[in-house]
C-alpha cells in the first residue's frame, strides 16, 4: 500500500456518516454503497431526525440533500457548520450557479449535482475526509506579518488596537492555512482542493476563494490578496 492509499484508508477507517435525504429510495441506495465502502452511515429524512442523529454521535460527514420537505437545506447546512465539525457535500437536483454558491457559502466542503455516478461521490467523500486527515502544524496559530489565523475560533485578523478579524468556515481556514503554510508560493488548485477530482467544471475551489476575498474586502484587509495564477493555482501575499 502507497502513501496514497494509506492516507485514504486511515481517512476512510470507521468514519461516520449521515444521509439526509426525504427520498427513501435514494437513501437507501446510498446507505448500501457507502456500507460496502467501509462506512458506516445513518439516515436522517429531515432535519429532526438529522438533529438527533448528530446529537448521539458527531458525525465526520453529512450528504445533505437541499430538497427537503420541511427545511431548505442551506440553512441546516449553516446549522451543521455552527453545532458540529462535520464535513458537508451537498447533493442534488438544484444545478443553478446560484444554488451551488449558496451551499458552498453555507460552509458545505463539496457540491454534487443528482443524478450522480456512486464513483465519483465516494471519490469525493474520501477527498473531503483526507483533507480534513492532513496533518498541518500542531499549533492553533498561524502569522503572516501583521496577521494571524486562529485556526480554532476561525478567525483571520490584523493585529492592532483593536484588532480587525473575519470569520471563517472550516473548509476557509484550510485553504488559508495551506496559503500561509506556502508563504508566497503559488498553491495548485489540486492541492487545495483533491488530487481526485479532475473535472475542468468543478469550480468549488473557486468559490470558497472568493468569499475569503469577499470576507478580506469587506473588512478593509486590503493589503493581503489572494493572487490567482491562470491554469494552475493561487498564492498568498502581502502588498506594501
Sequence with gaps: MDNRERTDSQAQAQASIIVVDDDQRMARMLR?????????????????????????????????DLNLEVEDGIDLAVELVAATSAAIIIITGRDELNDRVKGLDAGADDYIIKPFDIDELLARIRAVLRRRSLELPQTNQLELGPFCLDRTARTFCRVGSPPTCITLTETEVRILSILILHNGRVVSREQLMS??????????????????????????????????????????????
Design 32 to 64: 448500501r454503497n457507502l456500507n460496502a465502502a467501509g462506512f458506516q452511515v445513518s439516515l436522517a429524512a429531515n432535519g429532526r431526525e438529522l438533529r438527533n442523529a448528530y446529537r448521539h454521535r458527531q458525525p465526520d460527514l453529512v450528504l445533505l
Design 195 to 240: 488530487r481526485e477530482i479532475k473535472s475542468p467544471v468543478d469550480r468549488s475551489i473557486d468559490v470558497h476563494i472568493g468569499n475569503i476575498r469577499r470576507k478580506l474586502k469587506q473588512s478593509k484587509l486590503n493589503d493581503i490578496v489572494i493572487w490567482p495564477v491562470r491554469g494552475f493555482g493561487y498564492r498568498l501575499r502581502l502588498e506594501p
